[in-house]
């Protein structure tokens, strides 16, 4: 929650300017695209805390290894992730903590608009880090 607070303090102190260029908008909207979906968030949740197989993965999900191999490729792709290999076993992490802390935020956000509205955000999420 203080690092919402201090960027949002931080983007007002940036002077306001145009965007000439929207190519790094282009890259963000397609790396949203690419987290724009709930096995994939939670593949995240999982990532976040360390690296995994996609066995583990499948396991910590209640999903089938092929489903959530469809998901990691997805990822590594758009380079979310990032793979190790031992053996026949590949692992994957996460290619930059920021990802997950952005997604954090984001719930954040969705969190104390249900608490505004008077719904108990405790049950939709267990796991709230502040």
Do not use: F
Request: hydrophobic residues 45%; charged residues 30%; glycine residues 4%.
């Amino acid at each position: 929650m203080r690092r919402a607070i201090a960027l949002v303090a931080m983007m007002h102190i940036l002077p306001r300017m145009k965007i000439s260029n929207y190519d790094i908008l282009e890259q963000q909207a397609d790396l949203c695209s690419t987290m724009a979906h709930a096995k994939r968030l939670a593949i995240l949740e999982v990532l976040k805390r360390g690296e995994a197989s996609v066995g583990e993965l499948a396991d910590a999900l209640g999903s089938s290894i092929s489903a959530v191999s469809q998901h990691l490729r997805i990822m590594r792709d758009k380079e979310v992730v990032l793979t190790r290999r031992d053996g026949r076993t590949v692992y994957y992490r996460l290619s930059n903590l920021k990802i997950a802390v952005c997604c954090a935020m984001v719930r954040e956000v969705l969190l104390e608009g249900l608490i505004a509205r008077g719904r108990r955000a405790e049950e939709l999420d267990q796991e709230r880090e502040i």
